[in-house]
């Protein structure tokens, strides 16, 4: 008796609005990936953080208060499979 093996099919769910659907998830993924590049504290002064979608890419950017001089935090995250595009900081 012979066996046949068949290849296992990969099993893999794919939300329809993406994998990073709406601002708060952007937010917090660049978060989790600034926190270790910049420093938390670093980052939580950067608040409030703002996330925009352009052509399927979340642009997520810290801020800085009006008298405060510096850059801020930037990441650019694909809305349909959560990569990191880009990350840095401004000068």
Do not use: C
Not at 14 to 24: A, Q
Not at 46 to 59: C, D, E, F, R, S
């Amino acid at each position: 008796m012979t066996s046949v093996a068949a290849e296992p099919i990969p099993h893999s769910y794919t939300p329809k609005d993406g994998f990073v659907p709406n601002e708060s998830v952007a937010i917090a993924i660049a978060i989790a990936v600034w926190v270790p590049i910049y420093g938390a504290e670093a980052i939580s002064k950067q608040k409030p953080y703002t996330a925009t979608l352009v052509n399927g890419t979340w642009i997520v950017e810290g801020s800085l208060p009006m008298q405060m001089v510096g850059g801020v935090a930037r990441a650019e995250i694909a809305k349909k499979d959560g990569r990191i595009l880009r990350v840095t900081h401004g000068l």
